[in-house]
């Protein structure tokens, strides 16, 4: 009995693999940070965000995926000439994200070769207004400055340039060379100044110590010397008040032991002719001692063969 080929089976299986082919193509899965760009009949429809989507068959179709994380877009080296005529390649690595996905697929052709040129471009105006000693040393001051004119040129494109940073700056060997002997130049004589400004630091602290050492002897022998009158002066003070407190006690034994007058103008006289006799000194009388000084002579040639009477014992109150 010849076996008969059921047709009906084989289209539904063509149908249903058509079926899932319309669905595994027009049911779209977009992933965190990312956008995708929908176009109906040719015209933009819509930003498709992260989640699940489903497009009209034929009708919708994807433009395209865009990336809205931050991307480091690492240049090749590009030669530029900088204001003293010194040709050099400069390494640049450019970071930047999309922050408007439709404006990225739609104001600007190939988003990548456009920020490209335009830094590129850039990197050449702004190399070429300074010196080769200013673009290695002044790395920061370009990387803003680039930062800022890439940022502002790509607003249009929904981009974001958030810092432009060169990697590296590469001039010719020979001035290399040239800049290394230069380097070591300038070290020799940074040496050679130093040294001699050390010299001359320590010749003004060795100045200054003996200054400073001749001050303190001097002020210390002024001490000393002020020190040693304030003692001398101390000693005459001491040894005229030793003095004087003899004299008082002398003069109060004479009068309270009942010496006579006799003795008392002998005593006088003695002290009178030891004063006289040292020729710097003078003595000055007063006028009313003139009555006793006329009977001293005569007092003294009576007693001067008679023995004095034994003084009276000192005492002190």
């Known amino acids: 009995m010849p076996s008969t080929f059921n047709w009906s089976i084989i289209w539904w299986i063509v149908a249903i693999a058509v079926v899932l082919i319309f669905a595994l193509r027009y049911i779209i899965i977009v992933r965190q940070s990312t956008a995708v760009i929908v176009e109906r009949l040719g015209k933009f429809s819509r930003e498709l965000k992260p989640g699940l989507h489903f497009l009209i068959p034929i009708l919708d179709s994807v433009r395209a995926v865009v990336d809205l994380r931050e991307q480091a877009w690492d240049y090749p080296p590009q030669a530029v000439i900088t204001k003293d005529n010194v040709p050099t390649s ?33 990197i050449r105006n702004i190399s070429g207004s300074l010196n080769l000693d200013e673009l290695l040393v002044s790395r920061e001051s370009v990387n803003n400055e680039l930062t800022q004119i890439v940022d502002v040129a790509t607003d249009p494109w929904g981009v974001k340039v958030t810092r432009a940073e060169i990697k590296a700056v590469n001039p010719p060997a020979e001035i290399l060379e040239a800049m290394t002997r230069q380097m070591k130049a300038e070290r020799s004589k940074r040496a050679v100044i130093l040294e001699a400004e050390g010299f001359k630091e320590a010749e003004i602290n060795k100045a200054e110590g003996e200054k400073q050492a001749a001050i303190l002897r001097a002020e210390g022998d002024r001490q000393q010397r002020i020190l040693t009158a304030e003692g001398e ?62 009977s001293l002579g005569t007092i003294k040639e009576l007693f001067k063969d008679a023995p004095l009477p034994p003084a009276a014992p000192v005492t002190s109150k």
């Open 233 to 294: 002066a101390q000693a005459l003070i001491t040894v005229a008040n030793a003095r004087k407190e003899a004299t008082i006690v002398y003069f109060q034994g004479i009068h309270e032991g009942g010496a006579s007058q006799d003795v008392l103008a002998l005593k006088y006289m003695e002290t009178l002719e030891a004063i006289s006799a040292n020729p710097s000194n003078k003595v000055f009388l007063p006028y009313e001692s003139s009555a006793l000084m006329g």
């Open 90 to 122: 400069i390494d640049i690595v450019l970071y930047y994200y999309i922050t408007d996905p439709v404006k990225s697929v739609y104001e600007v052709r190939n988003l990548n070769e456009a920020i490209l040129k335009l830094t590129m471009t850039s």
